[in-house]
C-alpha cells in the first residue's frame, strides 16, 4: 500500500519568494515515480514535475525543482521566484507497478497562495 | 481520513464493447466527483463534473454520449466508456471533493483505473 502525506493544507508566500511544499510517502515498492501536480480553480491538473525512484539527481523543471530524499521519504517541491499566477492547489502523488497494474496515490493537497 | 475505492484498478475490453468504472467513497458522502483522464506527459485532463443527483459537466471536446457519467447517490459515481476504441486507452483517475471543517473543502482521489482496449 502507498501512502503520500502533505501536511500543509494552506500556505502562503510573498510575491517573488521562493517556497516549499512537502511531501512524504510511504511505499513497499521498490519501483515508483513521484508527481507534483499544479490544479488551477478551473479544476484541471497541470502535471509540473517527476522524480523516479532511481534517479540520483533532483528533477528540475524551469521555477520548479523537487527536493527528494530517499532516505527521508520525502519529495518536497520548490518554486523559486513565486508568481501570483502560482496560486492554486498542489498535489503530491506516487505511481507504482504492483501485481502487474498501474497504481496512483494522491496527498490531500496545499493551497498556496502568492501575495503581491 | 476520506478514501475513495475504484474498481476495477485495470480492464481489458475489445473493440466496441462498453465498460463501467466505479469511484465508492467509502467514509464520506462526496458532493462533488471530478473524473480525469491521463494524458502523455502525465497531465491529468479534466473530463467532467459531477454532482449528486444532476447531469454532468462535460468539459469541451468530451463527448458526453462516450463517456457516460452517472452520479445517483453521495457515495457513488461511475464512469461508462462506451463503444470503446483503442484510442480510449488511457489511465482514468476519479476525484471526491468533500466538505471539510470550517466551510472549506477537501479533495481525494481514487487509485485509477488503466483502460486498454484491444
Known amino acids: 500500500a502507498q501512502k503520500i502525506t502533505q501536511t500543509q493544507p494552506g500556505m502562503f508566500v510573498q510575491e517573488k519568494e521562493a517556497v516549499t511544499l512537502d511531501c512524504t510517502y510511504d511505499t513497499s515498492d521498490q519501483s515508483y515515480g513521484l508527481f507534483w501536480y499544479k490544479q488551477p480553480s478551473s479544476g484541471e491538473m497541470i502535471f509540473l514535475i517527476y522524480?523516479?525512484?532511481?534517479?540520483?539527481q533532483n528533477a528540475t523543471e524551469g521555477r520548479y525543482s523537487l527536493n527528494f530524499q530517499k532516505a527521508r521519504k520525502s519529495a518536497n517541491l520548490v518554486i523559486s521566484a513565486s508568481q501570483l499566477g502560482d496560486s492554486a492547489m498542489y498535489f503530491c502523488?506516487?505511481?507504482?507497478?504492483?501485481?502487474?497494474?498501474?497504481?496512483?496515490?494522491f496527498g490531500t493537497g496545499t493551497k498556496l497562495q502568492v501575495i503581491p | 481520513g476520506a478514501v475513495v475505492s475504484q474498481h476495477p484498478s485495470w480492464v481489458i475490453c475489445k473493440s466496441g464493447t462498453s465498460v463501467k468504472i466505479e469511484c465508492r467513497s467509502l467514509?464520506?458522502?462526496?458532493?462533488?466527483m471530478f473524473w480525469y483522464r491521463q494524458f502523455p506527459k502525465q497531465s491529468l485532463m479534466l473530463m467532467a463534473t459531477s454532482n449528486e443527483g444532476s447531469k454532468a459537466t462535460y468539459e469541451q471536446g468530451v463527448e458526453k454520449d462516450k463517456f457516460l457519467i452517472n452520479h445517483a447517490s453521495l457515495t457513488l459515481s461511475t464512469l461508462t466508456v462506451t463503444s470503446a476504441h483503442p484510442e480510449d486507452s488511457s489511465f482514468y483517475i476519479c476525484?471526491?471533493?468533500?466538505?471539510?471543517?470550517?466551510?472549506?473543502?477537501?479533495?481525494?482521489f481514487g487509485s485509477g483505473t488503466r483502460l486498454t482496449v484491444v
Open positions: 476525484s471526491a471533493r468533500y466538505r471539510a471543517r470550517e466551510a472549506n473543502y477537501g479533495y481525494t
Open positions: 522524480q523516479g525512484s532511481y534517479d540520483e
Open positions: 467514509d464520506f458522502q462526496a458532493t462533488t
Open positions: 502523488a506516487a505511481l507504482a507497478y504492483s501485481g502487474g497494474y498501474q497504481k496512483v496515490t
